[in-house]
């Protein structure tokens, strides 16, 4: 059976995780997260999520093993009887992807939804499909190409190459992450999204 999380499960867990966060934090929901919240996607199988203020990342971390979370993977935290972890990023990185600015600067993000202390946002298009794009991995490129076709009227892919590049020239990987930018160019052009 595969398991996977819809936006209702997930907010009823983060509305749950609310009851015991006593101070503000900051959560921007990324890669299928982003997707699944934005109705653009009707399920994840993992939670991504960044908590840009390190302190903040701390005392979440604190709280979630207090509810029996423990650390599985390097950055992700699940409890014993659930199938769902929650990949918890500190500052400006996804996975191996920094970032240009903090997400929590303007523009950079939008909120969902603000419980007592929980704060939502959804990190904004231009970051969420860079940083599935540098993976290099099919279904990312299939939820970042779901992404364009749902923004189509309004997404400028020529201003995203650019951010692309300037995101890519500060990698140490920035081949690999130029070489995956020109093969999702051509997927879009396959798709009638893109003819330059």
């Not at 701390?58 to 014993?80: A, H, M, N, P, R």
């Not at 020109?182 to 052009?189: M, N, P, T, V």
């Amino acid at each position: 059976m595969e398991y996977r999380l819809n936006k209702d499960t997930l907010l009823d867990i983060l509305e749950q995780w609310n009851g015991f966060i006593k101070r503000k934090v900051h959560l921007i929901a990324c890669g299928g997260t982003a997707l699944t919240l934005m109705g653009i996607k009707p399920s994840t199988k993992d939670v991504d999520f960044i908590v840009p203020i390190e302190k903040e990342y701390k005392y979440l971390i604190k709280v979630l093993k207090d509810l029996g979370y423990q650390q599985s993977t390097g950055s992700g935290w699940s409890k014993k009887g659930e199938v769902f972890i929650f990949d918890m990023f500190s500052g400006k990185r996804i996975h191996t992807t920094e970032l240009l600015v903090s997400p929590l600067e303007d523009g950079k993000h939008a909120l969902f939804k603000e419980f007592s202390h929980l704060y939502i946002g959804i990190l904004n298009d231009f970051d969420l499909i860079a940083s599935k794009l540098s993976r290099g991995i099919r279904v990312d490129f299939e939820d970042c190409l779901t992404l364009i076709r749902a923004r189509q009227d309004t997404f400028d892919v020529e201003l995203f190459i650019w951010h692309f590049k300037e995101l890519a020239s500060y990698d140490v990987s920035e081949n690999r992450m130029i070489k995956n930018l020109e093969d999702f160019l051509e997927l879009l052009k396959n798709e009638k999204l893109y003819d330059k």
